[in-house]
């Protein structure tokens, strides 16, 4: 089964510390997203990376950062927590647009509180 | 860009009715469309996707799609509901990486079956 693991399932953190949000895929997929998750908002598309060293913006970069130092490992760099940042995170991983069996897969979420 | 749009937020329906949840996209080019399930307290699950080929499209739990590049929608429906199919639905599309290569989400459908 392919698997998509975050690091954590529910985190508390204080405004202004540096949060680390860790994602590892299994599958050998090029492509990995982070996305934040609010009710009535959707999946909103904090950055995705389509091969190790390379990441583009998604639809709300601010505030954020990224990692991608090996092909299974995303890292979300939150550089300076703040309460408005309170959120479910959600780390996704596919094969390329190119694959006939592209799709993503997604972590369990990481639930995410700033105090 | 690419982008999403999920025409209701929430759709109450009674057990053993039809639905139909609806989802229009914007694109200047070909992209992949697809529908994925959230069940409460749960990550994303797959339900169907439309990659290329018949515009009907089959998924798990007698999900069906229909693809109409004229309207461009994407709307997902299912003859009969049950109470087990409460859940959020995201609609989805990504296209190919010159053309952005973004995994860009609905705001979402709720779907509350009632007995």
């Known amino acids: 089964d392919v698997k998509v693991t975050q690091s954590s399932r529910y985190l508390v953190k204080r405004t202004g510390e540096k949060v680390f949000l860790e994602c590892v895929q299994d599958m050998d997929h090029e492509n990995m997203f982070w996305y934040r998750q609010d009710p009535g908002l959707g999946l909103r598309l904090i950055y995705f990376s389509y091969d190790v060293k390379m990441k583009e913006k998604g639809d709300i970069p601010e505030g954020y950062s990224v990692s991608r130092e090996k092909k299974e490992r995303f890292s979300l760099i939150l550089e300076s927590a703040s309460t408005n940042q309170t959120s479910m995170y959600l780390c996704?991983?596919?094969?390329?647009?190119?694959?006939?069996?592209?799709?993503?897969?997604f972590g369990q979420g990481t639930r995410l509180t700033v105090v | 860009a690419q982008s999403v749009t999920q025409l209701d937020s929430q759709v109450p329906v009674f057990e053993e009715a039809p639905v139909e949840l609806r989802c229009n996209y914007s694109s200047s080019v070909s992209v992949y469309l697809f529908w994925y399930v959230q069940y409460p307290n749960q990550g994303l699950q797959l339900l169907l996707k439309y990659l290329s080929g018949s515009t009907l499209v089959k998924g798990i739990n007698g999900f069906e799609a229909e693809f109409n590049k004229s309207q461009t929608s994407f709307h997902l429906r299912k003859p009969s509901v049950h109470i087990s199919d409460t859940a959020e639905y995201f609609c989805a599309v990504i296209a190919p990486y010159n053309q952005g290569g973004k995994l860009i989400f609905g705001q979402g459908t709720e779907l509350s079956v009632k007995p």
């Open positions: 996704a991983s596919s094969p390329p647009y190119s694959s006939l069996n592209t799709e993503a897969f």
